[in-house]
């Protein structure tokens, strides 16, 4: 009776063929792209505090600030007198020697003059003046934004 019918394996499925899942050639980004967002929030907070070590209590002005992509030699006063060619301190007689061998662009080199709002009027005068009479004609001096107006 039931000679004819042939009863179907595996429940009437068809077997599939297992292959092996070739190694996928893709670059998975997403913790590249992590690791660069960190990065770059760390960059976003440090480089504001990287800017200039000497600590100089400016005055404020409504003056707008300078367009510049070269970072410009920065001569400091602070309220004591003190004077500090980018960070390192100098005398007011080797200001100008120290400054010349390390202009880069020779007498065209930017040069700011960042002085505390307490530095004697004078002192301040009296560098200006030696930046002048060595042949610097790029002199600025450098203030805070006004905020208020």
Known sequence: ???????????????RIRRRH??????NVTPMVDVMLVLLII???AAPLLT???????PETQAKPLE??????TVSVRSDGR????DAEVSGEKLVATLQAI????LNERIFVRGDRDADYGTMMQIMGRLNAAGYKRIGLVTLEDLEG
């Open 52 to 58: 200039v070590g000497v600590p100089i209590d400016l």
């Open 103 to 106: 202009a880069a662009n020779g």
């Open 1 to 15: 009776m039931g000679a004819g019918m042939i009863a179907p394996t595996g429940g009437g499925r068809r077997r």
């Open 68 to 73: 510049g992509d070269v970072e410009p030699v």
């Open 22 to 27: 070739a190694p996928i050639a893709e670059i």
């Open 83 to 86: 004077i500090f060619l980018q």
């Open 43 to 45: 960059f976003m907070v």
